[in-house]
């Protein structure tokens, strides 16, 4: 049986326009009232998925900015990682001359360099301000306890800087892209995927027994863990192919989580 269902939110429940579909509230709120747990899993901050659960009227387990943070439902905290200072700062250092957008994100703020109108426009898209810090640099490991460093620019950019940081950082820090035109660099060995290993041991749950559905990169980690893993219909292919289903919604996944929930339960009958 199925006791847990996870879902990456941009791209996924959440939509550009930063709503979710009332077809989707309504399928994960059945989820819960069948006994199926839920969690969101996301690069956003947990402030930020806050919010979200506010509009959709629960209270989940959420693992944000792609597995440095981890709280349950109740709250309780259960992994908090960010950068080490001097790593922060070299990659920092290193991208910071170019012409991509830069984002540093601590556990519950972005910041920026310089506000101007491309931020403006990103910031749109997020539940919270973009925090300019002209000696953002400088504040990284003291005011600022990086835990995310988000690079925004054409696909083709950032899937070549990608392979710079890693070549460039093997050992410290973990590359996703997160969204068609967004990099997000982690500290080492945070992702989604081990994430959820942690969320699943302490909820006593084993990894047959999760679904999860996202649209990227940073979502691939989850799908490894599970034999129930969806891509949404418009991913790219090279997330669709490590991924067991394709959706277009996640309703419709959550529709075929019961269905193998019904076919299990009638097996044991």
Known sequence: MI????????????????????????????LKENGVDVCLASGRMDVEIGEILTMIGEKYHRISQNGAFINTDNDESLHALTFDNVIAKEVFEQVRSTDFIIIIADYSKNYTERRDEVIISI??????????????FHALGEDVKASKISILGEYKAISDLQKKLQERHPDTIETYISDKQCLDVMPKNISKGNALKMLIEHLGIKPEEVACIG?????????????????MEDSLPEVKAQAAYTAATVREAINKVAEINKMQLHSKV
């Not at 910031?123 to 953002?136: A, D, G, Q, T, Y």
């Not at 649209?215 to 891509?231: E, L």
């Open 215 to 231: 649209d990227s990169f940073n979502d691939i980690p989850m799908f490894k863990m599970t034999p129930h893993s969806f891509a």
């Open 123 to 136: 910031e749109s898209r997020m539940f919270s301000p973009i925090e300019e810090n002209v000696n953002l």
């Open 3 to 30: 006791k847990l269902f996870v879902s990456d939110l941009d791209g996924t429940l959440l939509s550009f326009e930063k709503k979710v579909t009332q077809q989707d509230i309504a399928a994960l709120k059945g």
